[in-house]
């Protein structure tokens, strides 16, 4: 009987990862290649050195264990490690850190706010917008990126504009219900303020 051996191309993380492992066995605090940089991650302003290859979403997840932010694909095409650099929804997988120094980061830990939970959150919470909840943590950091976007007017284009996080559980209506329905509330809450 034939078995298939599942293969893949060697990537260029490959020979990083073992780089930075053989460093990390020699016992070194910092590879010498490592650049310094700074960055405000959930409002805690943080100075670092990272390699100049180093995404965001590893020095996030192995560096600061903000794991969080999730890693699915590593190739910016499932959106499960979606964060906010400065306001604006990104794949961190795709950032090099080196290329945000000074950059104020939100991840999916920073939106809670004294112990309540951000809208998106308490939506995706009342909506059961998750089954395994792998893809959740991206969703929900693409919705707070979307709606501050605005370009979002009804379901059709929220179902569009977060069409880069995929979900492998095909949780989508329950998705798209809760991001519409934080949606909604805003602008019933921006038209009540513009009432004299
Ligand atoms: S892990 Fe970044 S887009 Fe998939
Ligand atoms: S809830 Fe499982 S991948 Fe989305």
């Not at 290329?99 to 309540?116: C, F, K, R, S």
């Amino acid at each position: 009987m034939h078995t298939a051996t599942r293969t893949r191309a060697p990537r260029a993380h490959d020979a990083q990862d073992s780089q930075n492992e053989a460093h990390r066995q020699n016992g070194a605090a910092s590879p010498p290649d490592a650049v310094p940089i700074e960055l405000t991650i959930n409002g805690a302003r943080h100075a670092l050195r990272v390699e100049p290859w180093t995404s965001l979403l590893d020095l996030l997840r192995e560096q600061l264990q903000l794991t969080g932010t999730k890693k699915g694909c590593d190739h910016g095409q499932c959106g499960a490690c979606t964060v906010l650099v400065n306001g604006v929804r990104i794949n961190a997988c795709l950032a090099l850190a080196a290329a945000h120094d000074g950059a104020d980061v939100t991840t999916v830990e920073g939106l809670a706010q004294d112990g309540a939970l951000h809208p998106v959150q308490q939506a995706f919470v009342d909506h059961d917008a998750f089954q395994c909840g792998y893809c959740t943590p991206g969703q929900i950091c693409s919705a707070v990126g979307l709606l501050a976007e605005g370009h979002a007017h009804c379901r059709d284009e929220v179902r569009e504009q977060m069409s880069g996080n995929l979900c492998r559980c095909g949780a989508y209506v329950n998705i798209t219900n809760a991001v519409e329905a934080v949606r909604r509330a805003q602008r019933l809450a921006a038209s009540e303020g513009d009432e004299p």
